[in-house]
C-alpha cells in the first residue's frame, strides 16, 4: 500500500484547506485510514480517523472544525479543515492499516505540511 498525501499549504488563521491522500496498491488490505499531525518539537498526535465501516473518531481539539472522510471509489483519504487556528500548524500524515481499529498504523504517507498564520 503506498500513500501520497498533498493539499497542505499556507492559510491564515479562520481559514480553511482540504487535504487529500491517494492510495495505491493492494488496497484491499485497508480496513482504517487516518491523519495525524506532528508540530515542531512535539509528539505526533491523531488528529481523525475513519474506519472501512465509517466510524469516525476525532481529537477534541478539532472537533467541529474538521471533517475526515473517504472515497473509496477514488481510493482518497480527505481532511477537511475549517476555522484553522495557529495551533492547527504541523506537517499532517495520512496513514492506513488492515485492522479496523489499529492501535498503530502500518502503511504511511510522506507528510504534507500545513502553516497557519495569525
Known amino acids: 500500500v503506498q500513500l501520497q498525501a498533498s493539499g497542505g499549504g499556507l492559510v491564515q488563521a479562520g481559514g480553511s484547506l482540504r487535504l487529500s491522500c491517494a492510495a495505491s496498491?493492494?488496497?484491499?488490505?485497508?480496513?482504517?485510514m487516518g491523519w495525524y499531525r506532528q508540530a515542531p518539537g512535539k509528539e505526533r498526535e491523531l488528529v481523525a480517523r475513519v474506519t472501512s465501516g465509517g466510524s469516525i473518531e476525532y481529537a477534541d481539539s478539532v472537533k467541529g472544525r474538521f471533517t475526515i472522510s473517504r472515497d473509496n471509489a477514488v481510493h482518497t483519504l480527505y481532511l477537511q479543515m475549517n476555522s484553522l487556528i495557529s495551533e492547527d500548524s504541523a506537517v499532517y500524515y495520512c496513514?492506513?492499516?488492515?485492522?479496523?481499529?489499529?492501535?498503530?498504523?502500518?502503511?504511511w504517507g510522506q507528510g504534507t505540511e500545513v502553516t497557519v498564520s495569525s
Open positions: 496513514a492506513a492499516d488492515g485492522d479496523y481499529l489499529p492501535t498503530k498504523y502500518r502503511w
Open positions: 496498491g493492494n488496497l484491499f488490505k485497508i480496513a482504517a
